[in-house]
């Protein structure tokens, strides 16, 4: 038997993309059958074209950002095998925040690894505070549709106060996490 994977269907990509294609078709079938569009028409065009064309291309960049940093998340771990895990530890700091929730919370249990394994007690209690407060936010952020503005706000609080949290993982021996804090 086949294993298939059920992936789901990226909306947030397929829409803009598509309705753009079919602008493209609507206007070129206008054109090609010699309906005039006056200008006001065409600067809506225009301006709806431009729009779906940004959000296909943010959406484009988004992926390949993300694509970027869980590649890195192997790169990390070869550091970890020739002995650089500091230079690992820098590194997945710097990915942390552009990854997926499964991948997340894998990168904090490598940091946290690293870390015992440099013998830094510090590093391994900031990467578990980090933790607990990342599945708080998780669970916080379950259910967007349902946020009112007030939640967003506490949502984009809690993630600024977890990014400081990561800022503050040490990334040199010997390092404390108020020296770190001031960088």
Do not use: C
């Amino acid at each position: 038997m086949k294993n298939r994977t059920n992936k789901k269907i990226d909306w947030v990509l397929i829409l803009p993309a598509s309705l753009l294609l079919i602008e493209t078709i609507i206007v070129v079938v206008l054109l090609a059958a010699g309906y005039e569009i006056n200008q006001l028409m065409m600067f809506i065009f225009i301006l709806l074209a431009g729009f779906l064309a940004f959000q296909t291309w943010r959406q484009i960049s988004l992926r390949l950002h993300v694509k970027k940093a869980v590649e890195k998340i192997d790169k990390g771990k070869k550091l970890v095998d020739l002995g650089r895990t500091f230079e690992a530890i820098d590194l997945w700091k710097n990915i942390i925040p552009s990854l997926p929730r499964d991948k997340y919370l894998d990168v904090l249990n490598l940091l946290e690894e690293a870390y015992q394994d440099q013998e830094m007690n510090a590093g391994v209690q900031q990467v578990k505070a980090i933790r607990s407060e990342s599945l708080n936010f998780f669970q916080m952020t379950k259910d967007p549709r349902k946020a009112t503005i007030k939640d967003r706000k506490d949502w984009q609080a809690r993630a600024l106060e977890i990014r400081k949290m990561i800022n503050a993982l040490p990334t040199e021996p010997g390092q404390d996490l108020s020296e770190s804090l001031d960088e």
